[in-house]
């Protein structure tokens, strides 16, 4: 089994910055495509970033390449997105994904098996 935990969220202006972690506990990752996706009622769930654990891989929505970046500190198991010149609309609970079976940055939710709690991101204009 594997866990996830969400932290860094929180309300921000427009334009702030925010480094959201995700800390991986339960077994040893030597593989595994980590992802962050966010959510806001009444939607689905929508890819972000992803990045894979063992070569440091990335992948990006076109909606946010340029302003935010995914990374990962293996020695930590924690695995980072950086988001800059924040917006209200992106605005939304984020999450953090594995899918330890593959390091093919997926961008569909189906191919994560574990996901954390989310972390509430609030930005007001």
């Known amino acids: 089994q594997i866990q996830l935990k969400e932290s860094g969220g929180g309300p921000v202006q427009a334009g702030d910055s925010l480094r959201l972690s995700c800390v991986v506990s339960?077994?040893?990752?030597?593989?595994?495509?980590m992802a962050w996706f966010r959510q806001t009622p009444g939607e689905e769930r929508e890819f972000l970033a992803a990045?894979?654990?063992?070569?440091?891989?990335?992948y990006y929505a076109d909606s946010v390449k340029g302003r935010f970046t995914i990374s990962r500190d293996n020695a930590k198991n924690t695995v980072y997105l950086q988001m800059n010149s924040l917006k209200p609309e992106d605005t939304a609970v984020y999450y953090c994904?594995?899918?330890?079976?593959?390091?093919?940055?997926?961008?569909?939710?189906?191919?994560?098996?574990?996901w954390g709690q989310g972390t509430q991101v609030t930005v007001s204009s």
């Open positions: 339960g077994r040893t990752i030597t593989s595994a495509t």
């Open positions: 990045i894979t654990w063992s070569s440091g891989n990335t």
């Open positions: 994904a594995a899918d330890p079976n593959s390091e093919l940055g997926s961008q569909h939710s189906y191919e994560y098996d574990y």
